[in-house]
């Protein structure tokens, strides 16, 4: 079975620029995570989904805004991209609320 | 003061020997991870735990929730063992908060 899988893997952007990032979870995964990743830091909570509703969102601006679809995918969405939004961008997904999360390689976008 | 707290932030190890890293917590907690991250930033779960210990091959979690405390244990350590070690609780609404990671290296 695949794993959760990310896409791009690396992201180059200007500032300013708008960037979407996405997450395809494992399959009979209902929940779906996001986090961001400055380097030397841990990861940081940005956004939960879990059956297509937005269950939580973390410390982050407006400019953050995510969606899950139907088929429990989901896109992270950057707009008026920042040189502090470089990071590495980790998708989690677990199969129901509250279990295990495996999460991806992460899409490591780095902002110019 | 981070909701989690790992030590040591960093840590060199001989090939063989034993290692522990420490994860305390200050907030409710319905479970905890233990992570590994490689360079390139790939993370696999090592372990998720809400009570006692669980072991898998070489590596040993426990958890005491009364004292917010886990421990990542490492037997004969082995210089593929070198990654970043990341504690992070499991809180309500189902969000993970991480520490700030350990960075293990091995040498052989």
């Known amino acids: 079975d695949a794993g959760v899988t990310q896409s791009p893997t690396h992201l180059i952007k200007t500032r300013g620029q708008q960037v979407t990032l996405r997450c395809s979870p494992i399959s009979g995964h209902k929940s779906v995570s996001w986090y961001q990743q400055v380097l030397g830091q841990g990861p940081q909570f940005i956004f939960q989904?879990?059956?297509?509703?937005?269950?939580g969102r973390g410390n982050f601006p407006d400019r953050f805004s995510a969606r899950q679809f139907p088929n429990y995918s989901s896109e992270l969405n950057v707009n008026a991209l920042l040189l502090g939004d470089s990071a590495l961008y980790l998708c989690?997904?677990?199969?129901?609320?509250?279990?295990?999360?495996?999460f991806g390689q992460g899409t490591r976008l780095t902002v110019v | 003061k981070n909701e989690v707290e790992q030590s040591p932030q960093n840590l060199t190890a001989q090939e063989g020997e034993f290692i522990t890293i420490n994860c305390s917590y200050s907030?409710?907690?319905?479970?905890l991870h233990w992570l590994q991250q490689h360079p390139g930033g790939g993370i696999v779960s090592l372990f998720m735990?809400?009570?006692g210990k669980k072991k898998h091959g070489r590596l040993i979690a426990t958890i005491n929730i009364q004292e917010k405390h886990s421990s990542l244990h490492i037997t004969a350590s082995h210089p593929r063992d070198s990654a970043v070690y990341i504690c992070a609780v499991l809180t309500s609404g189902s969000r993970l908060t991480f520490g700030e990671g350990t960075q293990l290296t091995v040498n052989p």
């Open positions: 735990l809400s009570s």
């Open positions: 907030v409710g907690i319905s479970a």
């Open positions: 989690a997904s677990s199969s129901n609320w509250g279990t295990e999360a495996f």
């Open positions: 989904y879990y059956e297509k509703e937005e269950r």
